[in-house]
């Protein structure tokens, strides 16, 4: 293909080269660069291209691969690195310093309504919140995983009726 042909083809693309990229952005301003970064890197990597091959296929990898490359690149330049000593600020929830009395309040309600469980679905329950896995809780438990999950899921809904008030509906 000589750099004639090369150019018309790339032309003649140009129109839906523009609607996909607008489709991967959602953006007319940011589809606009794309397809001019497209175009660069399709005319300087020309020689890569090989004949009797899909032109338009090549050209649309490139653009395809351009977005997910400047999309990964982004993201990582989001990503925020806080090399400070000091961490006690990270673990403060939305910059309060302390939790307020009504979550107090709420949390002693919660643990009093698990502590008044029966102990068959108390501690398992207690042990998964904690972070066991239900396996884990079968064998120290000594039960049938299929009791675990069951007596889990009892545990929540009985949670849920004794902690009405606090249903977000």
Known sequence: MTQVQFNHALMSLSDKLY???LSLTSDSEKANDLLQETFLKALTYRDKFE???NF???VYTIMKNTFINDYRR???MK???DSSVNEYHLNMPNGKGFPS???RISTNDINQSIQSLEDDYRIPFTMFVEGYKYKEIAETLNLPL???KSRIFF???KLESLLIEYSPN
Do not use: M, Q
């Open 146 to 148: 299929g009791t675990v």
């Open 51 to 53: 004949s009797n091959t």
């Open 56 to 58: 338009k296929a090549w």
């Open 101 to 103: 009395p009504e979550s």
């Open 19 to 21: 609607y996909y990229a």
């Open 74 to 76: 982004s993201n990582k």
């Open 155 to 157: 545990t929540r809904k």
């Open 79 to 81: 990503t925020a690195f």
